[in-house]
């Protein structure tokens, strides 16, 4: 099956800098890679997700990229703030099979 | 539209007690999951289901049962809880990304 790394496992930067979170997956058939937030206690949420005929995609503050040759994809979180503290989970989906997540990035935001 | 909702929020079990985890949608997805999510683990999948009357084991189904009771009902059974079982149970269903239930927070003595 899918093998989902994520690295690194925690990261900590200064408020209004910027954090990258990376992802490597190894079956060429995954075609979607959704990345989740989740804040203490709470479920994880969608924040922002890219299919594999995309190579960027950006919604405001974040952005995911993806390199299919290479079999990774990465988040990017601009202009860091307090509120953005949290576990960042990427994923990479198979259609009609799962999806599988990696194990988590605990991002902290230092104000 | 409640989204993906469980029941209950949280459980105490004594080590051998058996109890069934609830969990529907209402997205009209076909798709539904149960992750358990442990202290530096991640979210690993337990079982889930493709389609109504479909249900196929994740990467840790030993000591789990489910049942796809319709479209919307996926639930989650502990038949003998162990301690190893004290985790934070997520049921989830999917249509393009996945949608997360709020957890069901299981404490096993």
């Known amino acids: 099956g899918e093998n989902v790394e994520q690295h690194p496992s925690t990261l900590s930067v200064q408020e209004g800098d910027s954090a990258v979170i990376k992802c490597t997956y190894s079956?060429?058939?995954?075609?979607?890679f959704p990345w989740y937030k989740q804040e203490l206690g709470k479920r994880p949420q969608l924040i922002i997700d890219?299919?594999?005929?995309?190579g960027e995609k950006k919604d405001q503050r974040i952005a995911v990229t993806l390199n299919k040759t290479a079999k990774h994809f990465s988040l990017h979180i601009t202009e860091t703030q307090p509120e953005d503290s949290a576990v960042y989970f990427c994923a990479a989906y198979i259609t009609g099979n799962q999806f599988y997540f990696g194990t988590g990035t605990s991002l902290t935001v230092i104000p | 539209n409640a989204g993906v909702t469980q029941t209950p929020k949280f459980q105490v079990l004594k080590t051998g007690q058996s109890m069934t985890l609830q969990c529907a949608q209402d997205?009209?997805?076909?798709?539904m999951y149960w992750y358990r999510q442990d202290p530096g683990m991640g979210l690993r999948l337990i079982y889930y289901?493709?389609?109504?009357?479909?249900?196929d084991k994740g990467e840790v189904p030993n000591g789990y049962n489910v049942s796809r009771l319709n479209k919307r009902e996926f639930s989650l059974r502990l038949e003998s809880a162990a301690p190893s079982q004290t985790s934070v149970y997520f049921c989830?269903?999917?249509?393009?990304?996945?949608?997360f239930g709020p957890g069901t927070r299981l404490t096993v003595t």
């Open positions: 289901s493709a389609s109504e009357g479909t249900t």
């Open positions: 989830a269903s999917s249509d393009t990304g996945v949608d």
């Open positions: 079956d060429s058939a995954s075609n979607y």
């Open positions: 890219i299919r594999s005929n995309v």
């Open positions: 997205m009209n997805h076909n798709s």
